[in-house]
């Protein structure tokens, strides 16, 4: 009954080091995406990808990089971390991005970029 | 470009009260609407999924309608408690293409305390 689950929770990286947030879902969804949340701005698309081997970017993904090996995970990755990053991040899943279907999030990644 | 807006930003309450916040979006050709609850420090957690044919869907105190031709929801709670407080988030979906595939739109949410 694990759903979507992220790792890690809290992280504190220096300005130039990188990072990878994982996130793995049990549900075989072949939809999974990236969102960043920041105050007073909502949620935004950063990458996404319909299955595995193939991933393309959302709305805001300088800065970051994915990949998507296996269908089960989607690692989110930071190469030179900014202070910009700073920003709560989730993973979500769905089935596929057609319609009737329902998203599952996972419980985020604080990050704190110092 | 779809935009999503929730009134009020935020409501405080004594317990009891019944109580509804108000989700809108600008573009109606949208295939579902959720509704989530996020806890402080916390993720996302749906309540309520409303497809477009759909009306209305309930899930125990939680009443959620959906007028699509208006781009209107609401999402009606019952008999409010303590343990309601948390900030609620609707998004809808739309399906999309190219950078916007898949992604859901949120409103900013409401923060919602109920007050012993």
């Known amino acids: 009954n694990a759903g979507v689950t992220q790792t890690p929770k809290f992280q504190v990286l220096k300005t130039g080091q990188s990072m990878t947030l994982q996130c793995a879902q049990d549900?075989?969804?072949?939809?999974m995406s990236w969102y960043r949340q920041d105050p007073g701005m909502g949620l935004r698309l950063i990458h996404y990808?319909?299955?595995?081997?193939?991933?393309d970017q959302g709305e805001v993904p300088n800065g970051y990089n994915v990949s998507r090996s296996t269908t089960e995970d989607f690692p989110l990755r930071l190469l030179s971390a900014a202070p910009s990053q700073t920003s709560v991040y989730f993973c979500?899943?769905?089935?596929?991005?057609?319609?009737?279907?329902?998203?599952?999030f996972g419980q985020g990644t604080r990050l704190t970029v110092v | 470009k779809q935009e999503v807006t929730q009134i009020p930003a935020a409501l405080s309450v004594p317990e009891g009260e019944n109580l509804v916040l108000n989700c809108s979006f600008t573009?109606?050709?949208?295939?579902?609407l959720q509704w989530f609850r996020q806890d402080p420090g916390k993720g996302l957690t749906s309540l309520l999924l409303?497809?477009?044919?759909?009306r209305e869907q309930t899930s125990g105190r939680l009443n959620a309608s959906l007028d699509k031709s208006s781009g209107r929801s609401t999402l009606y709670i019952a008999a409010s408690q303590p343990g309601d407080s948390a900030t609620y988030l609707c998004?809808?979906?739309?399906?999309?293409?190219?950078?916007?595939?898949?992604?859901?739109?949120f409103g900013r949410g409401t923060q919602l305390t109920v007050w012993p």
């Open positions: 549900m075989n969804h072949e939809y």
């Open positions: 990808s319909v299955g595995a081997g193939i991933t």
């Open positions: 979500a899943s769905r089935t596929n991005p057609g319609r009737n279907t329902e998203a599952f």
């Open positions: 573009d109606s050709a949208i295939y579902n």
């Open positions: 998004a809808v979906f739309i399906g999309g293409r190219g950078s916007t595939l898949g992604r859901l739109y």
């Open positions: 409303i497809q477009s044919s759909q």
